[in-house]
């Protein structure tokens, strides 16, 4: 009778967590803005929950970068259209030439940057495979189960799990994203003569370095406590021992294995593993127990207790609660929100905005949906436009944003039909986009492609097609890919049949660069906005035309820099990267070098000192950008303030490479990277100021240069 009261009991709780959900599908049903995955029926919400958009990792048997697909086998969902269910592609399963897939496949991504970052983490030579590719005899090479064991110990458990791990009960290095390197990102224990090993030399650290935030101590004294802590409850106490040490193990080994991360990922993944660090923390109130107990053996009890908490809240919550509030505190920070208004602010009336990913995506929802700033604004999320319930979204109303107009029927994006469309060129002059996708939406016979004994496919008939925008010069286009699939096919939908009404923007310069259409942008505040004149670029930094009254009014005026310019609020490096991804710097440097051009001293003036004031060396690192806003000062008339600038920064770099000098040689190869980019920063500085500073100094510059440059060798 116990056991099915616990069974009941079991089932009711699973229930009860399960019913969470049920907002999901209350929510999704009332048709809001911002619905992901779209789950309002039981076939989306099984999609949303398996996260289906997201593919799919090996875990245990499966494929590698090396293994050869050899067949693809269909899976189909249903979607509720018009009161009635269609059917709907799912991602194909992939089949794999079964000699080219393995036992414990760590080495999966098919990604090049991840292939090649797979290879630095293990000494890769690799198993070749023969195989039949399409008739033709050729040759894989696949990772040894060695290889594939060798990554997961080093990178999946050792830098993935272990250091994090140890960032929470040793120390933390700084606030910076780790790439395996000494310089950032790693565990840090305050012990300088263990953490030269892991951290590189703890002498001569740049002042960025040792002011970090994140540079948090804790001398393994946490660490040490829950390690008492487990001792103490395996000899007292063993059944719960055992469930606690399960409990562990899921959240830690068995959550690394089953995620099976790849290398180069957005972000740290700290989070993923939290689960394990509150059990460690169950052992460290343990470990208190277990010095309370050791305590006793060598005074009285009171004594003992008294000792064993103050040595407890000590070495445990008072040190963490020390070294963590400065880099935890978010009070006064509004960057998110401040950014993504700038963002709205800088489009024109009624504008598209393509953007980029997470980042540049959900401040935006935020303003649009919560504060109500410029809802005129359609958000267009790049991503995102290979999911048929985004593209259905798109077509509808959003706040007073009418719905976008494609010429494609929403209904062949749901339902697979256009899912990848060959270019196959039957037509050799340039065609009008419009007219080309009316011929792929069209359900004519003429506009099929006959391939072998499947159902005849839409194709694209031209390679060369151009882009009308009324009472403007055309773009001309050529697509050089042999098919595009469904998501650009939908890019190019949006633009075309949505041109003259209503201006396009992009938060990145990513999307025009893939799409071709870097000469045709204006460089309009925080966005690139597309147009029909011609704007040679001569590099990714240069993209876009500047009109500079356009561009000072919204850099100078629209735009709300407050929070950044508050010395008061910290940026975590998450936010510091972001205002570099947004190019904060250059939009100000772009600026103030065309007022310069223009004969316009007093704005171009005006336009550095914002910029000093918004993007500090606090906020970003010594750049090309800051090293060419320096120069400016002086052809604008303000030698001595480009001349404290270029000392500045000249500080900071010799800083850097004073203290990367010092580093024993058999580390020098993990700053290597690092090392050569400030040698490279500190001699364009020479070469900038050699208007601005006198010869002397110059020369004393170079000096340093050359006796970096000869121990950094």
């Not at 009161?83 to 090049?112: A, C, V, W």
């Not at 458990?157 to 040793?170: I, S």
């Not at 007292?236 to 399960?246: A, C, E, K, T, V």
């Amino acid at each position: 009778m116990l056991k099915l009261n616990l069974v009941l009991l079991c089932l009711t709780f699973l229930l009860i967590g399960y019913t969470s959900y049920v907002a999901t599908l209350i929510r999704a049903s009332a048709g809001v803005p911002i619905n992901q995955g779209n789950p309002e029926t039981t076939f989306s919400l099984l999609n949303y929950l398996n996260r289906e958009q997201y593919g799919t990792r090996p875990i245990l048997y499966g494929s590698n970068f090396g293994s050869v697909p050899t067949a693809t086998k269909e899976r189909n969902t249903w979607i509720a259209k018009d009161g009635k269910y269609i059917q709907s592609k799912l991602n194909p399963e992939i089949e794999y030439d079964k000699n080219t897939i393995g036992f414990f496949p760590r080495m999966h991504s098919g990604d090049p940057e991840h292939v090649e970052a797979y290879k630095k983490w293990v000494d890769f030579k690799g198993r070749k495979i023969p195989v039949n590719d399409e008739g033709n005899a050729t040759s894989t090479t696949i990772p040894t189960f060695q290889e594939n064991l060798s990554f997961f110990i080093k990178y999946q458990l050792g830098f993935m799990y272990v250091r994090y791990f140890l960032w929470n009960f040793a120390g933390r290095q700084n606030d910076i994203q780790g790439t395996g390197t000494l310089l950032n990102g790693n565990w840090q224990s305050g012990f300088a003569f263990i953490d030269k090993y892991v951290a590189g030399p703890q002498t001569d650290l740049p002042s960025a370095a040792k002011e970090n935030k994140g540079r948090n101590f804790y001398y393994f004294l946490p660490l040490i406590i829950g390690i008492l802590g487990l001792i103490f409850q395996y000899r007292h106490d063993r059944q719960n021992f055992l469930s606690i040490g399960l409990l562990f193990f899921l959240m830690s080994f068995a959550l690394v294995v089953y995620l099976n991360e790849v290398p180069n990922t957005p972000r740290e993944r700290d989070y993923v593993y939290v689960g394990s660090f509150y059990v460690f923390c169950i052992w460290i109130g343990l470990g208190v127990l277990s010095v309370f107990s050791g305590f006793q053996k060598m005074m009285k009890k009171k004594l003992a207790l008294i000792s064993a908490l103050a040595l407890g809240f000590a070495a445990s919550p008072i040190l963490l609660l020390v070294q963590n509030y400065d880099d935890h505190d978010r009070s006064g920070r509004y960057s998110a929100r401040d950014l993504a208004r700038n963002y709205l602010e800088s489009c024109e009336k009624n504008a598209i905005l393509f953007t980029h990913a997470d980042n540049d995506t959900y401040p935006l929802w935020y303003c649009q949906e919560v504060e109500g700033i410029r809802r005129d604004v359609r958000v267009v999320v790049m991503p995102y436009l290979q999911a048929e319930w985004y593209i259905q979204q798109l077509g509808r109303k959003a706040y007073q944003n009418e719905a976008l107009k494609m010429t494609i029927p929403v209904e062949k994006y749901q339902s697979g039909q256009v899912d990848w469309v060959y270019v196959v060129s039957k037509i050799e002059t340039e065609q009008p986009m419009t007219e080309v996708l009316k011929f792929v939406a069209s359900d004519s016979s003429k506009t099929k492609l006959a391939v072998g004994e499947r159902e005849p496919i839409s194709y694209i008939p031209v390679n060369k097609w151009r882009l009308e925008l009324p009472g403007k010069e055309a773009i001309h286009l050529e697509l050089k890919k042999q098919a595009i699939n469904k998501g650009d096919l939908v890019f190019w939908d949006i633009i075309a049949s949505n041109k003259g009404k209503r201006p396009v923007c992009f938060t990145s310069w990513a999307e025009p660069e893939d799409y071709g259409l870097t000469n045709n942008l204006i460089f309009d505040g925080l966005v690139f906005r597309l147009t029909d004149q011609k704007t040679e670029r001569t590099s990714v930094l240069e993209m876009g035309k500047v009109e500079t009254e356009s561009l000072y009014t919204k850099l100078m005026q629209n735009c709300n820099w407050n929070n950044l310019a508050n010395p008061s609020v910290y940026f975590d490096w998450h936010h510091r990267r972001m205002f570099a991804s947004m190019q904060i710097r250059n939009a100000f440097y772009r600026l103030a070098k065309k007022l310069t051009e223009e004969n316009k001293p007093g704005k171009a003036l005006d336009v550095l000192d914002k910029a000093e004031q918004t993007i500090t060396l606090r906020h970003w690192p010594v750049d090309y950008q800051s090293i060419l806003m320096a120069a400016l000062y002086a052809p604008n008339g303000q030698k001595a303030s480009g001349e404290k600038r270029f000392r500045e920064l000249a500080s900071s770099l010799e800083e850097n490479l004073n203290y990367y000098s010092g580093f024993d040689s058999y580390q020098k190869k993990s700053i290597q990277e690092d090392a050569g980019y400030q040698l490279t920063l500190y001699n364009e500085l020479i070469k900038q100021a050699k208007d601005t500073l006198q010869e002397s100094e110059l020369s004393t510059m170079k000096e340093k240069l050359m006796a970096f440059a000869g121990k950094l060798s």
